[in-house]
Each structure stands twice: as C-alpha cells, then as structure tokens.
C-alpha cells in the first residue's frame, strides 16, 4: 500500500485554466502582474493599484467574457 506521501509527491498539481487566463489577459494588456485566487464561487482579483482595479471594475463584463468565467468577479486592490 502506498504512503499519502507517495501518492501526493507523484501527483502534478496545476492552477485552474481561468487563474492562466486572468492573469494573462492583464498582463498582455495591462502590462502588470496580478494575483488570482479561487474560492468555491468566486475569483478575487488583486492588482497593485487603485486605478487598475477602477479601469477592471469598469471592463468587468469584458473581462468576463474574454476569459470565459461562469464565477462571482471580485476586484481587490492589493496582492
């Protein structure tokens, strides 16, 4: 039998296909990193500056449906 040690070492851990595409969708066009969290129905946002995240706030819905997300969007200002 193997150890939970074994199993989870050998296991390939990847970030969800919307944390990619956020992420690059404002560096491609913002030129700024971000973080991008999950929670069970949302995606917060966080950005380094209160004008960014006013500039998100007002593109929300085109963010949304450039990215595809089907979850709560919530822009924070900070990482």
Same mark, same amino acid.
């Given at each position: 039998? #193997?150890?939970?040690?074994?199993?989870?070492?050998?296991k390939?851990?990847? @970030?969800?296909?919307?944390m990619?595409?956020?992420?690059?969708?404002?560096?491609?066009?913002?030129?700024?990193?971000? %973080?991008?969290?999950?929670?069970?129905?949302?995606?917060?946002?966080g %950005?380094? #500056?209160? @004008?960014?995240? @006013?500039?998100?706030?007002?593109e929300?819905?085109?963010?949304?449906?450039a990215?595809?997300?089907?979850?709560?969007? %919530?822009?924070?200002?900070?990482?």
């Amino acid at each position: 039998m #193997n150890s939970l040690q074994e199993i989870l070492g050998a296991k390939k851990f990847e @970030a969800p296909s919307e944390m990619k595409t956020i992420s690059d969708y404002i560096l491609k066009r913002y030129k700024t990193k971000s %973080v991008i969290k999950l929670q069970r129905e949302t995606v917060v946002v966080g %950005v380094p #500056n209160s @004008a960014l995240a @006013a500039t998100l706030r007002l593109e929300q819905q085109s963010l949304i449906d450039a990215c595809g997300l089907t979850k709560k969007l %919530v822009i924070r200002i900070g990482y």
